[in-house]
């Protein structure tokens, strides 16, 4: 495909999701509880008119040498892989392309989740953690830092949360869903009893939990069989995640810790619009209800935020927007898994108030990591 047809292709593409956008804003359900937690000004949903500066970016990735070869971008060719190992002046210039300012950068998938032995996972999560902040001091006004946690410890991962945040001054964690702990085919998430000092530790450093997607184990994936495209981002990512976030908010872990503060990518994994009828059942069930004590929905709007990241598709961005509200959105790429400049022209150019834009692109981030 030529230049020409590649920005043209992205002409009628824009076209289209500004129309649908449009009708999708217009056409909000009045008296319906989600709907109202998205409240539009009264300005004109309008296009905007130029490429927005400044738009912070934080599902943006790294790999090092000792987590490469096991991570989502090791069967990728030469020069991608060499892209996601880079924290310098290539990324800088991708960042430049898309209108991206800053970006908060974490361990690529699955990182040190996948690594079972945990004293391993203890002492691979510090080298890339301590990579990452050198790489920082080079560009502090354009780079920041998520730490990456060896959750297969608990106590641990507290421990290098508390340096990364006080000592490297990162701005939080992103984590890779569940960890291996001991075997390969193990899974643990982290609604289990022993997490719960950690969150303690989490609630206590004020700083967001990023909650980033990895794929089922062959294991636990009979669904899949046969059917291998269906494990990762095309549909596995979203799967797993979002009944991880539904075993954490049923658990009961935002009623016993009501200031943490969990982000998750791509729009919401689909959970914004399933959440009424994920209530509604769960209300009219006859059969288990979760410990949470209030609605999912409850937990969903108070302490999660919604980035763009991988999902950029204006009729998507316009029903979590009604569902959450505009101030609990982030904007998102997932460098280099997807490309800066189309994800700039496509945000840019989405049919969404301006303060909204703003909010989405900077502003909530600002506010969220007190940048």
């Not at 998430?189 to 969150?199: A, E, T």
């Amino acid at each position: 495909m030529t230049a020409d047809n590649q920005k043209s292709r992205i002409t009628r593409r824009g076209f289209l999701e500004r129309s649908v956008g449009a009708v999708a804003t217009a056409g909000m359900l009045a008296g319906v509880t989600p709907a109202a937690a998205y409240e539009s000004s009264e300005q004109e949903t309008v296009k905007s008119g130029a490429s927005i500066s400044g738009k912070i970016a934080l599902e943006e990735h790294f790999a090092i040498p000792e987590t490469l070869g096991a991570s989502f971008a090791a069967s990728g060719p030469p020069e991608f892989q060499k892209q996601i190992q880079e924290i310098g002046s290539m990324r800088i210039a991708e960042m430049d392309r898309g209108g991206v300012g800053l970006c908060i950068l974490s361990l690529t998938a699955p990182g040190i989740q996948g690594i079972p032995n945990v004293s391993q996972a203890i002492s691979v999560s510090r080298k890339a953690n301590d990579h990452l902040a050198e790489q920082i001091t080079k560009n502090p006004k354009r780079i920041k830092g998520f730490a990456s946690l060896p959750l297969q410890d608990p106590q641990a991962a507290a421990q290098e949360l508390t340096r990364c945040i006080k000592e490297l001054g990162f701005c939080g964690a992103l984590v890779n869903g569940f960890s291996q702990v001991g075997e390969e085919d193990s899974a643990v998430f982290y609604d289990l009893p022993q997490y719960k000092p950690f969150w303690e530790t989490v609630q206590q450093l004020d700083v967001p939990f990023y909650l980033h997607p990895r794929s089922p184990l062959p294991k636990h994936q009979p669904a899949y069989e046969g059917h291998a495209w269906l494990t990762g981002s095309i549909w596995g990512f979203a799967a797993e995640t979002s009944i991880h976030v539904l075993r954490l908010i049923g658990s009961g872990l935002f009623d016993d810790y009501p200031k943490v503060k969990v982000i998750i990518g791509h729009l919401g994994e689909g959970l914004p619009c399933n959440i009424w009828r994920i209530d509604n059942r769960i209300a009219r069930t006859l059969g288990a209800r979760p410990k949470a004590k209030q609605p999912i929905g409850h937990y969903l709007r108070e302490n999660f935020y919604i980035t763009t990241s991988g999902n950029f598709r204006t009729p998507t961005l316009t029903e979590v927007m009604q569902e959450v509200g505009a101030d609990r959105i982030l904007y998102s790429v997932d460098y280099p898994f997807e490309d800066m400049a189309v994800a700039g022209e496509w945000f840019d150019h989405a049919a969404i108030n301006e303060a909204d834009r703003s909010k989405i692109a900077s502003g909530n981030a600002r506010r969220l990591f007190r940048l």
